[in-house]
């Protein structure tokens, strides 16, 4: 699957601009999670606990976020004006001046090998409990721009893994109201489990950013 280009139609400039913006951002994250992988990382298999993880000791920390140029503000699990969700990620720009409600959400969940086309397996939550909520007014959408992180807890292929998540949101979950399924596209050159996804939220065209990190080889057994 390629989607190495985003279909600009029907967007302002500063639409993107701002996937411009996280796509950096991602890419930062990225290298954090690439960090991890070097220290050889031991992390229980629990999302919350895999997320302070990469978020406290790797993206916050100060000696990383110099060395990598990383100026953004991560608050993990906050909630957010307006909405009734606490997402995983909250990303606002360091700049005191812009609103405050301006700001990037990541959402975090667990993949493993287990009922993969089913609608009671992970790949189903993290439709249900993740792509939904941001076609939903249960998480807000300043940038029409947003993103997921799945980790992967188990041994998996992960490309498979994003065709059976395609196939469960065409076959049994319409109300993540997708207008464009995962797609591959590449954020930084050597990391390929990155995708996109676009949903249609109140007649915006949103934006939603995936990316794949294999933990299976970190997790305490």
Not at 12 to 29: G, H, P, R, T, W
Not at 63 to 85: C, H, S
Not at 96 to 121: V, W
């Amino acid at each position: 699957m390629m989607f190495t280009e985003l279909n600009a139609s029907g967007y302002e400039y500063n639409d993107i601009f701002y996937n411009a913006e996280f796509e950096d951002i991602l890419s930062k994250i990225i290298t954090c999670y690439n960090l991890m992988l070097a220290d050889n990382v031991s992390l229980t298999n629990d999302e919350n606990a895999i997320r302070d993880v990469l978020v406290n000791d790797y993206i916050n920390n100060h000696l990383i976020k110099r060395r990598i140029d990383f100026r953004y503000i991560i608050n993990p699990e906050v909630p957010l004006a307006l909405t009734t969700g606490r997402p995983d990620i909250k990303i606002q720009h360091p700049d005191p001046f812009l609103e405050r409600e301006a700001y990037y959400i990541i959402e975090c969940k667990r993949l493993d090998a287990t009922n993969p086309n089913g609608t009671t397996g992970l790949n189903a939550k993290y439709i249900e409990n993740g792509m939904c909520r941001f076609a939903s007014s249960f998480y807000s959408s300043h940038y029409k721009t947003n993103g997921m992180i799945g980790f992967v807890v188990e041994e998996l292929d992960i490309n498979e893994n994003v065709s059976s998540i395609n196939k469960l949101i065409s076959t049994n979950f319409s109300k993540a109201n997708t207008t464009q399924d995962l797609q591959y596209r590449i954020i930084v050159k050597d990391f390929e489990f990155s995708y996109c996804s676009c949903h249609n939220v109140d007649e915006n065209n949103v934006i939603l950013y995936h990316l794949m990190f294999d933990f299976s080889e970190n997790i305490i057994k």
